[in-house]
Structure formats: C-alpha cells, structure tokens
C-alpha cells in the first residue's frame, strides 16, 4: 500500500506540474525549482487579476468625468462636452501606444537620470519582455487609464467655446508628449526626480502631482488663452445663466468618479499577492475615503458659513479636492493624517478657485482649483506627512533626510508647473492665432449642439417642453 499510494503522489504531482515525474520522483532541487515556478505563476496572475480590475475602475472614471462636465455646461453644449471626452478617450490611446508608453517607461536615455524612455514605442519588444517573465501588457493597460485621466482633465475646463479641431490637437501632444515625460521623471524609477542615484526621490503615490497637477496646470493655461465664454463677468449679463444645468448628473458623476478612485489608488499598489500587499492596499483605500470625505465637509461647511446657502456643487468640489490631495500620500500616511490632508485639499480648492474668479479664467469645472491647486497640496503633504512605520519620510516625524524630501516634493511640483503649463502655452497660443482653438460669439450664442452636432439636441423632448439652458 505503501508504494501504491507514493505512486500515485507522483503521479498526481506530474498532473499538476505538468512533469512527467511520476515514475522517477524528482530530487529535492527539481522538486523546489517546481513548487518556486508554480508560485511565480499564482503571483503573477493575482497581481494581473488586481491591476486589471483596478485600471477598468479607472477607466470607469471617464463615465465620471462626462457626467460631472455635462451637469456643469449649459444645455445648449451638452453633445459638444461628451464628444469632447468621447476623443479624449480614442486620442489617448492611440498616442499611448504609438508613443507614450515608449517615452514613460521605456528605457532610460541616460544611467542615474534620464529624461525619457526609448523604447517599446508601439509595442515594440512586449513579446521579448513576455518570454522573461515581463508583463508590459498589463503594465500598458493600467497607465494608459491614467494618461487618458489626465487628458480628459482638461476638457472641462475649457468648455463650450474651444473648437473640437483645436482641443484634439492638443489631447494628442498632451498623450503623446507631456504627460509621458512626467511619468518617467517619476514613476519610471529611472528619470532624474526618481532614481537610487538621489538622497530623497520624488514621491506621489498615485498622482497627485504627475496626473493632476499636470492636467490641472494645463487646464488653467488653456482656458486664460481660450478666453472666457460669451458673457462671462460681464456685468451687463446675468451670470446665473452659467450655472450647472443638471445637478443630478454633476453629483452622480461625482460619485462615480469617487468610486473610480478606489482603482485609482489601491491599484497604485500594483500587487496584491501577499499578506502586505494586502494589507498596503487596503490602508490605501481607508486613506482615500477619508480624505475624500474631509474635503467635502470642510468646503461645504466654509461654503455654507459665508453664504447660507446649502451647495451640492461645493460638496462635490470639496470631495474631489479631497480625494486629488490624498492621492500622492494615501500610501505613506496613517488615517488621521488622512482626514487633515483631504481637508486642506479643500481649503486649497477654495483658494484656487477665488484666484480663478480674481483674475478672470472661466473654469466651468474649476479644473485648476480641483487638480492644480489640490494636486499641489497633494505633492507637498507627502513631505510632511507620514512616519516610517507606514513607509512616510514626513518632516513632522523627523524622519531621515525629511528635509530633503520636501524639497524635491517641491523642485517636483515646480517642474511639472513648469513643463505642463509651458508646453500648453506652446500649443494653444499659436492654435488660438490661426483660428483653430476659439468657436465664434455666433455659435457660442446659438449652442454647439446646434451649430455642430447631428442631433442638434442631446435630449428629444416634445414641442413645447424644450428645457432652456
């Protein structure tokens, strides 16, 4: 029985491994060479299963985005706005695989701080890096949720006056060019902010910097050069006609968008087979639920104190701003310190959101107030924020060489300031000279929907109960 039962051991361990060991039981070394392979295996598929899950929850965000964008605008540009994040969507991912990609993350153009990758442009080399063991496939698939994310940011900000010709030529430069810079300054582990060559490297966990700081850095550039909408601060036009149309969907996006954050961040982690994958992913999530939520309250709450009114569109602002300030720091901070960066993140918002109105850039979204302002903030907490035992290099621990890490927290907003916002400038004003960025007072006045889209409604009502907007 003895010998019966060791045979069929090997016969079913040769089933499952796949060996045809069930005559000659391996050696010891070929037994652990077998058992190291078969958890290479479940680990790679449990990360993939998480970093897929996670970037569809990304993705989901676009539904957010257009929600959120389309409640904001006026009736009259409802299909205008959705086609706009419709491209957003298409664009990006062509200039991520093209390009993007190849410039994020591909190989570094110089040892101990590179400037951008040169390789794996179109996919070039997937299939090499797949016979080592490299999954560049599920590594495309998450970031490019984030590059499109970063893109659409802008969309909103300059709505229902730029041309779609203009916008879609800039989306392309953005995805192609901008954005993936950034990415490998940073996240690429081998740019010149982010290398093992550096005492303190740039940290932004999920993007507080390099997704929304540059995408909210690039939406202010963009809506000072498109100028602002028909009537807009004049004091001659009553400017209620400017506020959101649909409030239902503004907040619904908002709520879908907070519900993306959770792949957004956690998925940031980019593993989840172990005990501490999970447990960082799951500290992760709690961080952004709270920052989320103090956000939210605080500016609700300021809102209310020098308005009385109640305003869910400052709710939602405030929950955004929230969530944009936890995101560099969700991974190296304990929950209390959560709550205080989301709810500076809003005061942060408020701040940007008065310099917007005070210098005159109409945001209808107030991109720059949200992802800019609370990008920075976002940045900066991550220097500040955080001790050692939750993997934080704060300066209020008094952690090692935390001094250092702020700075290059902050020489990390300064750059991506600088690159972002220099580069929209570079594309929107000579875009603006040869009349491809602004639509006329005409069309603004009739509504793009009408003068450029087929329908010329985004919503079929009967004669007589055609909302006005």
Known sequence: ??????????????????????????????????????????????????????????????????????????????????????????????????????????????????????????????????????????????????????????????????????????????????????????????????????????????????????????????????????????????????????????VLGTFILFFGWFGFNPGSSLAMKSQADAFSASMVAMNTTAGGAMGGLVVYLLEFVLTQKHSVGALCNGILAGLVGITAACGSVEPGEAFVIGGVGGLFYLAGSALARAIKVDDPIEAFAVHGCAGFWGVLAVGLFGSEEVGGNGIFHGGENSGAQLGVQLLGALMITLWSGGFAALFFVPLKAAGLLRVSEEMQTMGLDEAKHSPRRAYSMEEGQQLKG
């Open 1 to 250: 029985p003895a010998s019966w039962l060791k045979a069929l051991f090997w016969r079913t361990w040769g089933a499952v491994t796949g060996s045809m060991a069930d005559t000659v039981p391996p050696t010891l070394p070929e037994l652990a060479a077998q058992v190291a392979q078969m958890k290479a295996d479940y680990d790679e598929a449990l990360d993939t299963c998480w970093i897929l899950v996670c970037a569809a929850l990304v993705f989901f965000m676009h539904a957010g985005f257009t929600m959120l964008e389309t409640g904001c605008v006026q009736l009259k540009n409802t299909q205008n706005i959705l086609c706009k994040n419709g491209l957003v969507v298409v664009i990006a991912t062509i200039c991520w695989y093209l390009v993007g990609y190849g410039l994020a993350y591909g190989e570094p153009n110089t040892e101990g701080g590179s400037f951008c990758g040169t390789s794996h442009f179109a996919g070039g080399g997937f299939l090499e890096e797949q016979a080592n063991g490299v999954n560049r496939w599920r590594d495309w698939f998450f970031q490019w949720a984030f590059c499109a994310t970063c893109g659409t940011i802008v969309s909103g900000a300059m709505a229902e006056r730029t041309a779609l010709t203009g916008f879609a030529v800039y989306v392309a430069a953005m995805t192609t060019f901008v954005y993936p810079i950034v990415v490998h300054w940073t996240w690429s582990g081998a740019g010149w902010l982010n290398n093992d060559t550096r005492t303190a490297s740039y940290k932004d966990f999920a993007g507080s910097g390099i997704v929304h700081m540059c995408g909210g850095i690039s939406a202010l550039v963009g809506a000072a050069v498109v100028g602002p909408r028909q009537g807009r601060f004049a004091a001659d036009v009553d400017q209620d006609k400017f506020v959101p149309h649909n409030v239902p969907i503004l």
